[in-house]
């Protein structure tokens, strides 16, 4: 036997080895920070109370916004600010986020306090506090002190944006908004239409929806004439009640 086969024959010996396994043991937790828990509590809170809000202001704008004012354009595919901030909040309630955006910061560039607030909710909703807060900045809620005292009596008795939601958002926790069938009607077209012009022009930040974009958008906010049913003629019954001829 040579010492190979010695040391092979020693080793067969021990049967059912007990090795132990390499257990890799996992880092310990790090301690709990109720100060963290409570700062993350509140941000959620904030993002989910934000797109509420927005969501609010939304539709009240494009429920009540007259059709005349949404039909507004500066050419066939770019509407006017205030056209432009109501069909952006179209594009937020069928979850189009970014020519919403676009269309919004399009709107407050041109001097709609309003769509400077939606911005300032909508960077809220996504935890984006930096961004809300330079868009809080340009609404009519935090402008400078007036000077004059006309200036003064007016920014009293004038409701700031922020009040005027929450009254908004409590009523609206509380009915049933009912949209027309040409506001559900642009809520379907806009999305696509929008996409589409993505595609077209990727290059363009402001959406672009196509050449007869503001065509499609004023046919469907025209009131169409309403024809009324004309009842059914009923004919005098020529027949005699036992079923004969009737003399004249």
Not at 167 to 193: G, I, K, Y
Request: proline content about 10%; charged content about 20%.
């Amino acid at each position: 036997m040579t010492a190979v086969e010695a040391i092979l024959a020693r080793a067969l010996l021990v049967r059912d080895r007990a090795v132990p396994r390499d257990i890799v043991r996992p880092d310990p937790l790090p301690p709990t920070d109720p100060t963290a828990t409570a700062r993350t509590a509140t941000a959620t809170t904030m993002t989910t109370t934000a797109a509420e809000h927005l969501r609010a202001l939304c539709e009240t704008l494009v429920t009540h916004t007259p059709a005349v004012t949404i039909t507004k354009f500066v050419t066939d595919q770019v509407p006017e600010p205030r056209s432009a901030l109501v069909l952006a909040c179209v594009l937020q309630l069928t979850e189009a986020d970014d020519g919403a955006r676009f269309w919004w910061q399009y709107a407050a560039g041109a001097g709609q306090a309003t769509a400077a607030y939606c911005l300032y909710l909508h960077h809220l909703s996504l935890g984006e506090t930096d961004a809300a807060q330079w868009w809080h900045r340009q609404t009519d809620d935090v402008q400078p002190p007036p000077t004059t005292g006309a200036e003064a009596e007016e920014r009293i008795t004038s409701p700031s944006t922020t009040t005027i939601l929450r009254v908004l958002h409590r009523l609206a926790a509380h009915m049933t908004r009912h949209r027309s069938p040409a506001v559900t009607e642009l809520m379907t077209f806009m999305p696509t239409a929008v996409a589409t012009g993505y595609l077209r022009e990727p290059e363009m930040d402001l959406p672009m929806p196509g050449p007869d974009f503001a065509t499609r958008i004023r046919t469907l906010l025209t009131p169409r004439p309403h024809t009324p049913t004309r009842p059914p003629v009923i004919r005098p019954n020529t027949l005699h009640p036992l079923g004969e001829t009737a003399t004249r």
